[in-house]
């Protein structure tokens, strides 16, 4: 490892920070991988321990409005088997998790329009009523102000949204033009002026993707200031226009978590399914550099296998029970122990 390197690190362990160049030689740097996952994984343990949040992840709709070149259910994607989970399929599930433990419960789907703001806010007050001691967490793209204050006041209080790459330019060669980083970089900040515990991400090893793209999301991520940060690997899917694309890195997928956790000791920074995928040990080795969280999937198994944003996913085909038991037995392995309870962000009271 480098002097300069070196140098990079100790300013991230004490300072959060680091010129664009020293992170663009950190980045591009595979030598210092072990050094630096050690540091990241000591900066998690002084903060969160060898806890690993779980949390319940329902997948509740396949339709989406979005025509996202690199998303298995694109608009365009003619080939996506469609699927929505009523409130009561969605209660199920929910029933199913808190019996294993789970007190987070995270809602994901496409943008689809069917579920109206009404729709829900009935099915997280439905959740709330049914559950008190659980969280909820929103996942469902970009909405209003007005919107967002509906869900939260109906008792949503996190929100993920990755913003994906934090360059306009990047952002237009991986979406179309009726999306735009500046409307996605809106929703964020209006989800953190609202109240919510906010999430944002990016995908490492997307197409056209340059350190300096992931620069630009470090960055970015320093503004937002986001309590969660989920990053994973490009992964490809079969029916969209980036079939032919090379997947994401694994190590320098490893190496941005390692980062992320320097600059952001506080966070909820999730190890991926994706990282699952694309290795058998992924998501032990996603913790190992500084994750704090594993999503395990409560979704109905007949529509797993239809929450199809990449090819290969892991995880369709078990049962809600032996995904929670797989998990426990995974992270104990890498060194780490499961929690169950909603699990906050741990935020320095200066950070407040």
Do not use: W
């Not at 319940?56 to 699927?83: K, P, W």
């Not at 929505?84 to 029933?95: A, H, M, Q, V």
């Not at 506080?266 to 991926?272: K, R």
């Amino acid at each position: 490892m480098t002097e300069s390197i070196e140098t990079t690190l100790q300013a991230l362990l004490h300072t959060q920070s680091a010129p664009d160049r020293a992170l663009y030689e950190l980045i591009t740097s595979p030598d210092c991988d072990v050094e630096l996952s050690s540091l990241a994984d000591r900066v998690r343990r002084q903060t969160y321990g060898t806890a690993v949040y779980l949390r319940g992840l329902i997948e509740f709709t396949s339709h989406c409005q979005n025509d996202c070149y690199y998303c298995g259910i694109r608009h365009s994607n003619h080939m996506a088997v469609r699927y929505r989970l009523t409130r009561e399929e969605i209660l199920d599930c929910c029933t199913e998790g808190y019996a294993l433990g789970y007190r987070t419960f995270v809602l994901q789907g496409g943008e689809d329009p069917e579920y109206t703001d009404d729709s829900i806010c009935r099915i997280v007050c439905a959740i709330r009523e049914h559950f008190p001691d659980c969280a909820v967490t929103l996942s469902i793209g970009e909405r209003s102000y007005e919107s967002y204050l509906h869900f939260f006041r109906a008792g949503a209080s996190r929100y993920l949204l990755r913003h994906e790459t934090a360059d306009p330019r990047h952002y237009q060669m991986l979406h179309p033009k009726s999306m735009s980083l500046a409307h996605r970089k809106q929703c964020l900040y209006d989800l953190k002026a609202i109240g919510y515990q906010v999430g944002s991400g990016f995908l490492v090893g997307s197409p056209f993707q340059t350190p300096a793209h992931l620069i630009a999301d470090l960055c970015f991520l320093q503004t937002l200031s986001p309590d969660m940060i989920g990053i994973g690997p490009f992964l490809t899917q079969h029916d969209t226009p980036f079939a032919k694309y090379p997947n994401g890195s694994l190590s320098l997928t490893l190496r941005m978590l390692s980062v992320l956790r320097l600059m952001f000791p506080y966070a909820l920074i999730p190890a991926t399914t994706a990282l699952g995928t694309i290795h058998p040990q992924g998501r032990e080795l996603g913790l190992k550099a500084g994750a704090n969280v594993v999503m395990s999937n409560l979704s109905p198994q007949s529509v797993r296998q239809h929450y199809a944003l990449y090819d290969h996913k892991i995880c369709t085909g078990e049962e809600s029970a032996q995904c929670r038991g797989c998990l426990e037995q995974r992270i104990k392995a890498a060194g780490y122990h499961a929690v169950t309870d909603i699990g906050d962000v741990k935020r320095a009271a200066n950070e407040l």
